[in-house]
């Protein structure tokens, strides 16, 4: 057993002799093996070959399925790249938005404390009392465009809503164009640091506000960027799939990478 082993790997003649010999016996093999063979020769021959054909039929189908699989991973594997690479700029968004609103909680909070310095020199001289002034209609016209005023150029700083002004030239909300100009400058004062105070709050809310959504995009962008190495491992794991932009691997946010299929040359 030894010799015949010896020749046939050392000596290509009697090999491809052996080789020969078994694909001419093969049909009466497939005969012998089939006790109907032996009677219906023909009709034994006709099966096998139906076999032979319905085993390659199905290997092709089973190939084709792979194939097809493979290439709804390298598809979802892409578009979960593609996702993570959006999910990353969305993130640099929302940081650019939560800087710029507490760079705005530091502009309201230094507006809102010179107002309300504002308010306390006020109050503090209306200890002196209020100077006596003729009480005609010219005294009365020059306080109410006192008032008019300031409240107007109290709304241009954004120190005062736009309704305030609607409130003082209708004389409502507090403020009354008949009181002495230094009383009236109490009143602005004190209504410019509350809604500065109100403005203020209103930005911590917004900031707090865009960090809670910069930190969800944060989490989405790393969930994402987890799915793609998921989906990328998974796709190298197909044989009949290779990954290759140059002999570089597939990495999340290199779009130069691309998926080409190939035959991996195994059934």
Do not use: C
Request: aromatic content about 6%; overall charge positive; proline content about 5%.
């Amino acid at each position: 057993m030894n010799l015949l082993a010896e020749m046939l790997l050392n000596e290509p003649a009697p090999m491809a002799i052996w080789a020969a010999l078994m694909l001419l016996t093969l049909p009466a093999l497939v005969v012998l093996a089939n006790p109907d063979g032996v009677r219906n020769p023909g009709t034994a021959l006709l099966e096998a070959a139906n076999f032979v054909r319905r085993t390659r039929r199905r290997r092709a189908e089973r190939r084709a399925a792979e194939s097809a699989e493979a290439q709804a991973a390298v598809r979802y594997a892409l578009e979960v790249r593609v996702a993570a690479a959006q999910a990353a700029e969305a993130v640099e968004r929302w940081q650019a938005h939560w800087r710029a609103a507490a760079d705005r909680v530091d502009a309201t909070w230094a507006a809102f404390r010179a107002a309300d310095a504002r308010r306390a020199r006020s109050r503090e001289t209306t200890a002196f009392g209020t100077p006596r002034t003729p009480q005609d209609p010219a005294e009365y016209a020059a306080r109410e465009h006192f008032l008019h005023e300031g409240v107007r150029a109290a709304v241009s700083r954004a120190e005062l809503p736009m309704s305030a002004l609607a409130d003082a030239l209708a004389g409502r909300a507090g403020w009354d164009p008949r009181r002495h100009p230094a009383e009236q400058e109490v009143v602005l004062d004190r209504a410019r640091a509350e809604h500065l105070e109100r403005v203020y709050r209103s930005a911590i809310e917004a900031e707090r506000a865009a960090w809670h959504d910069t930190q969800l995009a944060r989490r989405g962008r790393d969930s994402l960027r987890r799915e793609a190495v998921t989906a990328e491992s998974r796709v190298a794991t197909w044989p009949i799939f290779i990954m290759a932009a140059g002999d570089l691997p597939l990495t999340v946010g290199n779009g130069a990478h691309r998926l080409f299929p190939a035959h991996s040359g195994n059934g």
